[in-house]
């Protein structure tokens, strides 16, 4: 875990995201305490899904997602008012990793960054509402600040995935509690 960053308790809110994907709880055990699965069954444009606990203004937070299965997902954090059968980062309430690009207010380009994404990789999202910075690491390797924003201070935030493909799926990764 980074220094001085909490871990981001949460489920992807089940209610509030997308009816176009299914959820499955996975098993417990060590090194997880649990593993939520979402799998894409309409692969009809860019959908979203969002955490269930807000991250809010003054904070830290890390969370992380494993990828199973695809490439074009956009990874990263939104407000809570985005419309969920879209991505939430194609307006200004979301901020987003997408394909080795960055999207904030745009579905159809941004500043080059990172890498993309594939199958079996693990992405961390570091989002610092006391700084104002959105940053990510792929496979434990820092990719650097993604965003500094001036909104990222204020508010609340909620963890935002948007997939696009039937089959896409990925698995939110929480860790076990320590002794």
Not at 55 to 84: D, H, M, P, Q
Not at 89 to 105: F, V
């Amino acid at each position: 875990m980074p220094d001085n960053f909490d871990w981001a308790f949460f489920q992807w809110n089940k209610k509030e995201s997308t009816t176009k994907v299914e959820f499955q709880d996975g098993p417990i055990g060590y090194p997880f305490e649990s593993q939520t699965t979402v799998r894409v069954r309409d692969g009809t444009g860019f959908k979203t899904v969002i955490g269930d606990v807000p991250l809010v203004a003054g904070g830290k937070y890390f969370f992380k997602v494993k990828i199973n299965n695809g490439s074009l997902i956009k990874i990263g954090v939104c407000r809570k008012s985005v419309n969920i059968e879209q991505a939430f980062c194609d307006t200004e309430e979301g901020w987003a990793l997408y394909n080795g690009e960055l999207r904030h207010g745009s579905n159809s380009g941004g500043q080059k960054y990172g890498c993309p994404i594939k199958s079996n990789d693990v992405v961390a999202v570091l989002l610092d509402t006391v700084e104002g910075t959105l940053s990510y690491r792929i496979n434990g390797n820092d990719q650097g600040v993604a965003f500094k924003d001036e909104e990222l201070k204020h508010g609340e935030f909620f963890p935002a995935l948007s997939p696009i493909y039937a089959g896409d799926s990925f698995t939110l990764i929480t860790p076990c509690p320590e002794d």
